[in-house]
């Protein structure tokens, strides 16, 4: 199957004009409830990490796929470094030649959108919405510089995707920026995903990061699948999964060992190579 990929573009948005929340879908169960059925898929709900079991937890004969988070599974490093917005804001700043004073600095280096970097924009008299984007699109800029230059690599385990393909579709999903994203599977050669998207630039894709599942069902959509799994590596993961109708993995890494999520269902496993296992 063809790796399908969208390209990023600037998406700006006035605070009065968010995207709002996507409606849970009808395909999505609550994985509370132990039968957890598609038409053409069984899933198995868990809520601790099988010793023994190899059962397969997926009708590999349905139309499934299992869906991964980059960030913490694929590509080593819980996220971004903090600098690289930092970094990034300079840039911007440099760009439209602003004069901004040492104290507005904190509140527009951020990640987040929040209402002290949109209140901080309007006071030095530029458009929040804009800004934001333009500082996101030097922050995948210098994001995909730091990846370039080897300061981030693959988990060893990513191996496992090779024979994982073998059995069903394979998709990229993150939180992180696309053309970020992008880069990642062509500097690393991963041809092994049909579907490759990470967030647009700008407000918008940032409200519509996870736990949103936004993204999720866009993958499901162009994929043309009834479910399958999403492996992550936060609680905001399991529960973009959930509202999506995609099974909830939680893949332990160094950065997570004590994160206990408040969580009814789901699968844990401590390497990528376990998933061979279910599938």
Do not use: W
């Amino acid at each position: 199957m063809a790796r399908i990929q969208r390209l990023a573009g600037y998406q700006t948005a006035t605070t009065t004009n968010l995207p709002a929340p996507r409606a849970r879908r009808n395909r999505s169960v609550r994985l509370s409830e132990l039968n957890y059925e598609f038409e053409h898929l069984r899933l198995k709900p868990m809520t601790t990490r099988p010793t023994t079991t190899t059962e397969s937890i997926i009708d590999v004969a349905g139309d499934h796929a299992v869906l991964f988070d980059m960030d913490g599974v694929i590509l080593r490093g819980y996220g971004t470094d903090p600098e690289v917005h930092s970094r990034a804001l300079h840039d911007a700043v440099v760009d439209l030649e602003l004069d901004v004073e040492y104290e507005a600095l904190a509140a527009l280096e951020t990640y987040e959108y929040t209402d002290e970097f949109a209140e901080t924009c309007i006071r030095l008299g530029i458009d929040p919405s804009e800004f934001y984007a333009l500082r996101e699109h030097y922050s995948a800029q210098r994001s995909i510089e730091r990846i370039q230059a080897g300061k981030r690599e693959l988990y060893p385990d990513v191996t496992a995707l090779d024979t994982l393909v073998e059995q069903c579709p394979t998709a990229l999903v993150s939180n992180n920026y696309d053309p970020t994203v992008s880069f990642v599977v062509d500097h690393f050669d991963l041809r092994t995903f049909s579907y490759v998207r990470g967030r647009d630039l700008g407000v918008e894709g940032f409200c519509r990061r996870k736990p949103d599942p936004y993204y999720l069902e866009e993958a499901i959509d162009t994929l043309e699948i009834d479910g399958g799994l999403y492996v992550g590596d936060r609680e905001t993961d399991l529960i973009a999964a959930e509202n999506a109708g995609l099974l909830p993995v939680l893949l332990r890494r160094s950065h997570n060992e004590t994160l206990e999520p408040q969580f009814e269902s789901y699968l844990e496993i401590e390497s990528l190579q376990e998933l061979l296992e279910y599938v």
